[in-house]
């Protein structure tokens, strides 16, 4: 079956420096990968998303996701982080089975001024 | 372009009782997914809609069930509420049944069962 992994629960950067939010995958053929953020009381906002093509995705606010399937990563980034970008961010694998977008548990991004 | 809406936002229920939320997909889009966020969770899949038939389901007991309306509006009824059905129930809309298809949130029923 599909899953992804996030390792880090918590994610702690100075405003201004770069972020990395981890992700590992674990598909039987080709992964449809996916990144989300929530904000505190709010549903999920779409932020990029890996089909097939260059290994570096770009997405909105800002953000990247290098995808590298020698180590199973898409792990997503930002070059300059923002106190703005404080929130939960979950990565996500398309099952093909039933349809089902399968999130990991989340890691919680905190930028500090 | 009208968002993903939901409602009601917060909802307490007892025991027992049966409940019903509703989804308004976003403008264009025909494919309705449910989900259920536990506190401290990411989402669970409970099933999808398509063309008013599911189209998919998650690991949830036949009392979890669901309607899609030819507007393409959705809803989520849940029979015999326990305890532990107290959650976040998020619905996402998406342009298709592709695999490449984001899907689209909205901001939830959050649903207390005392």
């Known amino acids: 079956a599909q899953s992804v992994a996030q390792p880090e629960d918590q994610v702690n950067v100075a405003e201004g420096n770069p972020l990395t939010v981890k992700c590992t995958y674990s598909?039987?053929?080709?992964?449809?990968l996916f990144w989300y953020v929530q904000y505190p009381n709010r549903g999920l906002q779409f932020l990029l998303k890996?089909?097939?093509?260059?290994?570096l995705v770009k997405g909105s606010y800002g953000f990247e996701a290098e995808f590298n399937k020698s180590q199973t990563s898409f792990h997503l980034k930002k070059p300059s982080a923002l106190v703005s970008d404080s929130a939960l961010y979950f990565c996500?694998?398309?099952?093909?089975?039933?349809?089902?977008?399968?999130f990991g548990a989340g890691t919680r991004l905190t930028v500090k001024p | 372009e009208t968002g993903v809406t939901q409602s009601p936002t917060h909802l307490i229920k007892t025991r027992g009782q049966q409940v019903t939320l509703r989804c308004s997909s976003q403008?264009?889009?025909?494919?309705v997914s449910w989900y259920q966020q536990a506190l401290g969770q990411g989402p669970q899949f409970i099933f999808q809609?398509?063309?008013?038939?599911?189209?998919g389901r998650g690991n949830f007991p036949p009392r979890f069930s669901g309607l899609q309306f030819p507007n393409y509006s959705s809803e989520l009824n849940v029979n015999a509420l326990e305890l532990d059905d107290s959650a976040l129930y998020l619905c996402?809309?998406?342009?298709?049944?592709?695999?490449?298809?984001?899907?689209?949130f909205g901001n939830g029923t959050r649903l207390t069962v005392t």
């Open positions: 890996y089909i097939t093509g260059d290994n």
């Open positions: 403008s264009g889009h025909n494919t």
């Open positions: 996402a809309s998406s342009l298709s049944v592709g695999f490449n298809s984001p899907l689209h």
């Open positions: 996500a694998v398309r099952d093909y089975n039933n349809n089902d977008m399968r």
């Open positions: 809609y398509y063309r008013e038939e599911e189209n």
């Open positions: 598909v039987s053929g080709n992964p449809y």
